[in-house]
């Protein structure tokens, strides 16, 4: 018999998720934006939270396009969907360097955002679940580390290029790190688990899962789905304001950017030490610890200590940050199998964008109105809190065709 080429061995599946995933939409759209409010907002004369309004605009147009991208990988393949829509992606980001109004701006991110929801966590999740059934926690933690490494690295590659070369620059260079990693990742590395040619055990299980109409009747799914939109509206209040949230709190500006490393830093620890522990403790159980993972992170902020512990305060901000992608990927193959995977973890995206666009508008909005951030931060603590104890509740046992 003749001997495989090691890339088909499926951790190069793995490692080629990963590597495409440091470009998705959360570092691309996400992570940094930050960096771009000061600037643009300076440059077109206008306030925070009309800035932050594009980012919310992309959020709720990758929530709408979502389900539709999972339908098309379920019915067509994940890597030539995923394939044009990192295209799409990629230039789209780099057209927002030519907007010159707010309209404009809206109208580049919306685009970004149709185009994101094709390149994000859900294919890669379904690519590498495909493969893996006895190990898939720990593939799943390596695979979405992508988007830690990318939460480390983008916010560093926009602040440099911001300094240099201003936001406009940014834009395009962050559109040619989306091209570059996604099709070095997701076109030559990743391959899809095919039944007849696989050997992965769990290649046999992609045809087996709940319906879609089933899963919408089951308390686990809603359980689920309302925890991780409460995890995320939080974590998006935060990091869509952080750089001027710590610059308020006594942060100099320079070192305020740099603390979102600790946050790709927390997010990159968060993920693989979940991954590795969902295949060995209660699912229920590691839901809760990410959901809860920020809430130091908040009380340090609320405290008014982001002056002599910033970098804790974003590293445990980090651990939580993200687990939309972590607890939707690992726990819709458990409890719902691979067959319906891409539609229910589409439906659960929905839940979630709508919470990213709130999350940064009411940050915002709440600033503008009383010049701070504590009572959002006073209210996410309870958020949190409430996310904790409602993924506590969750079922511990997973149907018979997902170990």
């Known amino acids: 018999m003749r001997e495989k080429h090691p890339i088909q061995n499926p951790w190069w599946t793995v490692l080629g998720c990963m590597i495409a995933l440091m470009t998705s939409t959360g570092p691309i759209l996400f992570f940094g934006f930050s960096l771009f409010l000061s600037p643009i907002a300076t440059e077109f004369g206008v306030s925070r939270s009309t800035i932050s309004v594009a980012y919310s605009v992309s959020v709720i147009c990758t929530g ?7 339908y098309l990988i379920d019915r067509f393949g994940i890597k030539r969907i995923t394939l044009i829509m990192i295209t799409g992606l990629g ?75 201003g936001w406009r620059a940014a834009y395009v260079a962050l559109g040619a790190a989306v091209l570059l990693s996604g099709w070095v990742g997701c076109g030559l590395l990743a391959r899809e688990a095919v039944e007849p040619a696989a050997e992965s055990e769990a290649a046999t299980d ?16 809603w359980a689920i789905g309302i925890c991780v939109t409460l995890v995320t509206l939080v974590v998006a209040g935060v990091l869509t304001q952080v750089v001027p949230m710590l610059t308020d709190g006594g942060v100099p500006q320079a070192a305020a ?40 992170g908040l009380l340090l902020l609320v405290s008014g200590e982001t002056s002599t512990f910033p970098a804790l305060a974003m590293f445990l901000i980090g651990l939580s940050s993200g687990a939309e992608g972590d ?52 209210g996410f603590v309870v958020l949190l809190s409430v996310a904790t104890v409602l993924i506590m509740r969750i079922r511990r046992e997973a149907p018979s065709f997902a170990a």
């Open 206 to 221: 992609t045809a087996r899962g709940v319906e879609v109409k089933d899963a919408l009747r089951d308390y686990t799914f």
């Open 257 to 296: 950017a740099g603390m979102l490393m600790w946050v790709g830093i927390g997010a990159t620890v968060g993920r693989l030490s979940t991954g590795f522990a969902y295949d060995r403790l209660s699912a229920p159980l590691v839901s809760a610890c990410i959901a809860g993972a920020g809430i130091p």
């Open 64 to 70: 709408i396009a979502f389900p539709v991208s999972g």
């Open 327 to 378: 607890m939707i990927g690992y726990l819709t193959a458990r409890y719902f199998g691979l067959k319906r995977f891409g539609t229910i973890y589409g439906f659960f995206f929905v839940m979630t964008s709508g919470a990213q666009a709130l999350g940064g508008l009411a940050s915002a909005g709440l600033y503008d109105l009383s010049g701070s951030y504590l009572v959002a931060l006073q």
């Open 91 to 165: 230039l789209s980001v780099a057209a927002i360097s030519r907007v010159e109004t707010t309209l404009g701006l809206w109208t580049a991110y919306g685009l970004a955002g149709i185009f994101g929801s094709g390149h994000s966590t859900l294919q890669y999740s379904k690519l590498v679940s495909g493969w893996f059934k006895e190990r898939r926690g720990l593939a799943l933690g390596v695979t979405l580390m992508g988007n830690g490494l990318g939460a480390l690295l983008m916010p560093m590659l926009i602040s440099h290029v911001i300094v240099d070369h």
